[in-house]
T-cell receptor, first 112, second 117 residues
Framework: DGGITQSPKYLFRKEGQNVTLSCEQN?????MYWYRQDPGQGLRLIYY???????QKGDIAEGYSVSREKKESFPLTVTSAQKNPTAFYLC???????????FGQGTRLTVV | AQSVTQPDIHITVSEGASLELRCNYS??????LFWYVQSPGQGLQLLLK??????LVQGIKGFEAEFKRSQSSFNLRKPSVHWSDAAEYFC???????????????FGKGTSLLVTP
């Protein structure tokens, strides 16, 4: 079945550590996105990529980094510079403009 | 500025009652419109979408939504709610052209639906 796979489902980070969230899709979509979800805040865009080897900052990119070396993969690194990383992270993809986004099941990151 | 507003943070309905969730948007032109549903700890599932044409859109799970250009609204409705409909509902819009966000969807803050027996 085609879809988006995020891993791990739960992730715990110590203060000062970098952690990487995985996002893989087999939908052959060009565009991929990372959103952060906090209670009552909706979804806020962190980074997006419209094509391999190209990505752009979204609304809340500070403290995050991404790469897009393959069409199928768009990992997100939460760096130690992100002061409040505890949140639910959602990866999405779209085939192009004018279409709906498909979402992964999310990763819940908790700072311990 | 472009924005999506869901005025109701929480809504409680009785099982079997009708439901309407509100969504208003502010965009320069008619955007693409979506409703998504999210169960706790899960990703988002598309309920329905509007791109053009008939302003009444049918979706999955018995949901429908009506696009009203004059009111800049895209309200979600269901005639009879089931207990399994309890979830978080998000309205989203996709701009026709936005080089700043890669055509990313812009989401409202969500409406949490509670269904009582």
């Amino acid at each position: 079945d085609g879809g988006i796979t995020q891993s791990p489902k739960y992730l715990f980070r110590k203060e000062g550590q970098n952690v990487t969230l995985s996002c893989e899709q087999n939908l052959n979509h060009d565009a991929m996105y990372w959103y952060r979800q906090d209670p009552g805040q909706g979804l806020r865009l962190i980074y997006y990529s419209q094509i391999v080897n190209d990505f752009q900052k979204g609304d809340i990119a500070e403290g995050y980094s991404v790469s897009r070396e393959k069409k199928e993969s768009f990992p997100l690194t939460v760096t130690s510079a992100q002061k409040n990383p505890t949140a639910f992270y959602l990866c999405a993809s779209r085939i192009g403009t004018g279409t709906e986004a498909f979402f992964g099941q999310g990763t819940r990151l908790t700072v311990v | 500025a472009q924005s999506v507003t869901q005025p109701d943070i929480h809504i409680t309905v009785s099982e079997g009652a009708s439901l309407e969730l509100r969504c208003n948007y502010s965009y320069g032109a008619t955007p693409y419109l979506f409703w998504y549903v999210q169960s706790p700890g899960q990703g988002l599932q598309l309920l329905l979408k509007y791109f053009s044409g008939d302003t009444l859109v049918q979706g999955i799970k018995g949901f429908e939504a009506e696009f009203k250009r004059s009111q800049s609204s895209f309200n979600l409705r269901k005639p009879s709610v089931h207990w399994s409909d309890a979830a978080e509902y998000f309205c989203a819009v996709g701009p026709l052209r936005d080089s700043k966000s890669g055509y990313a969807l812009n989401f409202g803050k969500g409406t949490s639906l509670l269904v009582t027996p």
